[in-house]
């Protein structure tokens, strides 16, 4: 089980590499993704301006305030985003699933997931 400061660790690389490609690949969207672990028992809400920028990142579980929930155990969120494991293999094995729209994770995801050297 990877540590709580390790996903909240990753959720801030996640915010930063957003910043630095700018907010055109979230423009318009405005919605918050709940990026839930179920095995720490925590989420983290991470919220959408109109113009694309993140507004905010925060511990929370707000499932009815979220427009878009992917719900990982601790490690797959790790491997996911660190570019070990593919989201449609995590999705597969029942480690990542996703719930309400998927239209930003679409054209977020592609963004923050580190790619493997």
Excluded: C, H
């Excluded at 089980?1 to 996640?14: P, V, W, Y």
């Excluded at 983290?44 to 929930?69: C, H, N, P, R, Y």
Aim: aromatic share 6%.
């Amino acid at each position: 089980m990877a540590e709580k400061d390790a996903i909240k660790n990753r959720l801030d690389r996640m915010v930063k590499k957003l910043e630095e490609i700018g907010p055109d690949v979230a423009e318009g969207w405005g919605g918050t993704i709940l990026f839930k672990i179920v095995d720490l028992d925590t989420g983290w809400m991470m919220k959408f301006a109109q113009d694309g920028t993140v507004e905010s990142l925060e511990e929370k579980v707000d499932e009815d305030a979220a427009t878009s929930i992917l719900e990982f155990k601790s490690d797959a969120f790790i491997d996911v985003f660190n570019g070990k494991v593919p989201p449609a293999q995590a999705k597969g094995i029942g480690d990542m699933r996703v719930y309400k729209s998927i239209d930003a994770l679409v054209a977020i995801m592609p963004e923050v997931i580190e790619k493997e050297n």
